[in-house]
């Protein structure tokens, strides 16, 4: 029964927790609270702004780009006040590992009747699994992951038709999610498609597609996204993709409390009715507040550490993989720089862990003065992480090798990035364990694990923890 004077706890202000307290708002409720353990909200969708030419303006660190597929985006969005209609434009070029410009796509540069075939091989196995997606796995594009490893699916649609309504249905093919994406398409005839996916997936810090299940890669470049990203049909943000963030949380009624940490909880006996205990620390010291619900937005495997945790939260969190994902804005000299994004194909492989993948720039108008964004993962599941030393070191000699020296380096992170299990868990059936969960001793499971790494699907899950639950 939905009480309307429940006092809640959110933690963490990224799009999961901002966006919770969004949906809350709107069905009513106003006793919640959100702490957020850094001095901004937004989380990963962060966006430093840096002066240029005498004009300052914000460069993307994390999440870059959206789609019309972006439904709950687009509601935080609205409810902020926040425009994309006049973000930069997208556009990308393509490298090899020497630095050397080349054209995988373009069947008119570098022709061959091999690069001829190739191409033609592509389009026929993308229409292919443009096809199979929509019948053979029928409901695989809906949010989240519950019932797939049963063969089922219950979410938020994501089509455009019927964007975020409740979809449910039984469909056994969905079990082969599970597998990993080349062994995925291997299964269907259509090993060819990963040359498009790798770009928006592997690139920018998800994984590499041997070691990641099926289900994340398609339910986050579900077939429509990923035509919109082929035709750079995209959002972007011309105050960056935190703005989204931090417009929304001033429309709270309770906007998020920054440089403050969730340092204890304790919760009631399962079973029974009490309030949740929750240890904050800010800069006036400790303190403990009472609450009737809790939603952990932040990573899973960290709550395990500070929470009174059960065995099974504990067993289940310990199967939570993420990536290590390093990036940094790089300065150049002037008009040294690059005019436009670029990607390296070559280092998009996990032998080649700790090169950089792709380089992002934002401001066509600034040309070759464009601080440009480079990225790099340096772990991959069963091989040894690289050290972020070798790194960053790897990414600063390939910007040299594609000719454009690295004078400067600012906001350098290694970032907790895109969590999920391994494509055994998640065929035991992960997501119901976590779902069978949901609600016990008052605590409510949302963030990034639930659906998927990007803020689309974050905020969407947010979306479904709410509308069911409270």
């Not at 702004?49 to 914000?58: C, D, T």
């Not at 929750?278 to 800069?283: E, G, L, N, P, Q």
């Not at 289940?316 to 994902?325: A, P, V």
């Not at 390939?398 to 055994?424: A, I, W």
């Amino acid at each position: 029964m939905t009480n309307l004077n429940e006092r809640i706890c959110i933690i963490g202000g990224g799009p999961a927790g901002i966006s919770a307290a969004m949906y809350l708002q709107k069905k009513g409720y106003t006793n919640y609270e959100i702490y957020e353990k850094l001095n901004k909200v937004g989380g990963k969708s962060y966006s430093p702004k840096i002066k240029v030419n005498g004009e300052e303006r914000s460069y993307e660190t994390g999440a870059i780009m959206g789609a019309i597929t972006y439904h709950a985006v687009h509601e935080v969005e609205e409810f902020g006040g926040t425009s994309h209609a006049d973000g930069p434009n997208m556009r990308r070029m393509y490298r090899d590992s020497s630095g050397k410009e080349i054209f995988p796509f373009d069947i008119k540069k570098n022709f061959s009747i091999r690069k001829t075939l190739g191409l033609l091989k592509l389009k026929k196995q993308m229409k292919k699994l443009v096809e199979i997606m929509n019948t053979k796995y029928k409901g695989y594009d809906c949010y989240g992951h519950r019932g797939v490893a049963q063969g089922r699916y219950s979410g938020l649609d994501k089509s455009v038709d019927n964007a975020l309504n409740l979809i449910e249905g039984e469909n056994p093919n969905l079990k082969d999610l599970a597998l990993p994406f080349d062994q995925f398409c291997k299964l269907n005839g259509v090993e060819e498609v990963m040359r498009i996916w790798i770009g928006p997936y592997t690139s920018f810090g998800y994984g590499y597609f041997d070691e990641i299940p099926a289900a994340y890669v398609m339910k986050y470049l579900d077939t429509t996204t990923a035509i919109e990203f082929v035709n750079m049909r995209l959002w972007t943000w011309k105050d960056g993709t935190q703005s989204i963030y931090v417009n929304a949380n001033k429309k709270l009624l309770h906007p998020a409390h920054l440089n403050t940490e969730v340092v204890k909880v304790v919760r009631p006996a399962e079973g029974t009715e009490g309030k949740i205990r929750v240890t904050i620390k800010d800069a006036d010291g400790e303190r403990v507040e009472e609450f009737d619900k809790l939603i952990v937005t932040t990573p899973l495997d960290y709550f395990a550490g500070y929470a009174d945790a059960r065995e099974e939260e504990k067993e289940l969190f310990s199967k939570i993989i993420h990536e290590k994902y390093v990036d940094f804005i790089a300065r150049f000299d002037e008009n040294a720089g690059p005019t436009i994004s670029g990607y390296i194909f070559d280092n998009m492989t996990y032998d080649r862990l700790g090169h950089a993948m792709v380089y992002y720039h934002r401001w066509e108008d600034l040309k070759g003065n464009c601080p440009s964004v480079v990225y790099a993962l340096r772990n991959h599941l069963g091989s040894k992480d690289v050290s972020y030393d070798y790194t960053i070191d790897t990414m600063m000699k390939d910007m040299e090798l594609c000719g454009f020296p690295v004078k400067e380096r600012m906001f350098e992170q290694e970032t907790y990035y895109c969590p999920h299990v391994s494509s055994k868990d998640y065929a035991d059936g992960w997501y119901d364990k976590l779902e069978a969960m949901q609600g016990k001793q008052g605590t409510y499971y949302a963030g990034e694990i639930i659906s998927f790494g990007d803020m689309e699907d974050t905020c969407a899950a947010s979306k479904d923890i709410v509308t069911r639950f409270f």
